[in-house]
């Protein structure tokens, strides 16, 4: 199925969902990616998020996760 490339599915979290709901979009993005990389053994999951950065625990040994502002991180990887 895969062939030499690298896969790598970033999640970048904002405040922009109101609270009440992104517990529910959290769940369904949480079961999404869990699928996705359990097709592709090879790639990385990393999320960038202030306060919340976390990922399942099935996939954690193929996640890197950040815990920070998203600008600030995206502003010190371009250094």
Do not use: H
């Not at 405040?15 to 053994?41: E, F, H, M, T």
């Amino acid at each position: 199925m895969l062939t030499t490339e690298k896969y790598c599915f970033l999640n970048l979290v904002s405040d922009i969902i109101p609270p009440a709901s992104s517990n529910i979009l959290s769940g369904r993005w949480q079961k999404r990616i869990q699928g996705v990389l359990n097709s592709y053994p090879e790639a990385t999951y990393a999320c960038v998020n202030y306060g919340e950065a976390v990922c399942p625990e099935d996939i954690s040994e193929q996640s890197i996760c950040i815990d920070g502002d998203i600008g600030q991180v995206i502003e010190e990887l371009r250094k």
